[in-house]
């Protein structure tokens, strides 16, 4: 297989059984590719570019420990510029940036108590002034904040003190007006109708016993294996805000019911 710096993360692991434990040997913070949830969310948005970066080394030391596994580099490539800061490198614009103008957020104790910090964090990012950063402080990387206000024009830096505790820092450096994180969720008004349609062919799963962010990882992992013909049909505790911008990148249709507070189905399929 021939491989660049711009090759997935997802393509190698499918292509040779074992590159997943070679890719982990090259540095500890890869070792989450183990999760195998962590590891369909991640592993199909990240290049060797970007792990690279991620994990202190270089793009040529992903080439050289998969070389014995038949992997070879293709240099003819035209290389795009990624935009992801080093992962010990803190970007010049965070560095200057005052003390005053950095939000904090440690969402830990929400998220520890059951709930969901969505619209806490969606105040915070609509009420950034121009010049100001925000900085998340959680127990993990947040891949879907990362994905969903990467879309809107926000860099990222991501800096891992240890295992429990991650800094994300959320900034623009060009003026712009900060966006709203709220995803306008289908309406369920044809619920019953779409029910009656996917009728002897849904696929139940509940992921409200699951902390954050493993409801919204399961439920991409189960994806991936629905029959076409089939309906996810999801029991859950909220609307998974960033969990709806996702499907739509994966071209999925959805439909919602709000039973009650803390009680919300979901029907997740292929357009029909």
């Known amino acids: 297989m021939l491989i660049n710096e711009q090759t997935k993360i997802a393509a190698l692991l499918k292509h040779h059984p074992d590159a997943l434990e070679t890719i982990v040997s090259l540095s500890p913070d890869f070792k989450k590719l183990r999760n195998p949830l962590l590891r369909k969310l991640m592993a199909a948005r990240t290049s060797i570019s970007m792990a690279a970066k991620v994990g202190g080394v270089k793009p040529e030391d992903f080439f050289k420990a998969l070389a ?30 005052p003390a005053e103008q950095l939000v904090s957020f440690d969402v830990r104790e929400i ?3 059951g709930n969901d910090p969505l619209r806490q964090i969606q105040q915070k990012v609509n009420s950034l002034r121009q010049g100001e950063a925000l900085k998340i402080i959680n127990s993990f990387e947040p891949v879907p904040l990362i994905s969903l206000l990467g879309k809107q024009g926000f860099q990222t830096y991501v800096n891992t003190i240890n295992e429990n505790l991650v800094e994300t820092f959320f900034y623009k450096t060009t003026a712009g007006k900060a966006p709203k994180l709220e995803a306008e969720a289908s309406s369920s008004g044809d619920w019953e109708e779409v029910m009656k349609h996917f009728e002897g062919r849904l696929q139940p799963i509940d992921v409200r016993h699951l902390e954050m962010p493993m409801p919204m990882m399961t439920i991409l992992e189960t994806l991936e294996t629905l029959p076409a013909a089939k309906a996810l049909y999801v029991h859950h505790k909220r609307i998974p805000v960033f969990l709806l911008t996702e499907l739509k990148d994966r071209k999925f249709d959805y439909r919602i019911k709000e039973v009650q507070e803390g009680e919300v189905y979901l029907l997740i399929f292929k357009a029909y």
Do not use: A, Y
């Open 68 to 97: 014995p596994l038949g992997f070879e580099v293709d240099r003819n490539s035209p290389l795009p510029m990624e935009k992801l800061p080093s992962k010990n490198e803190m970007p010049q614009f965070l560095k200057e940036l």
């Open 111 to 113: 998220l520890s108590g």
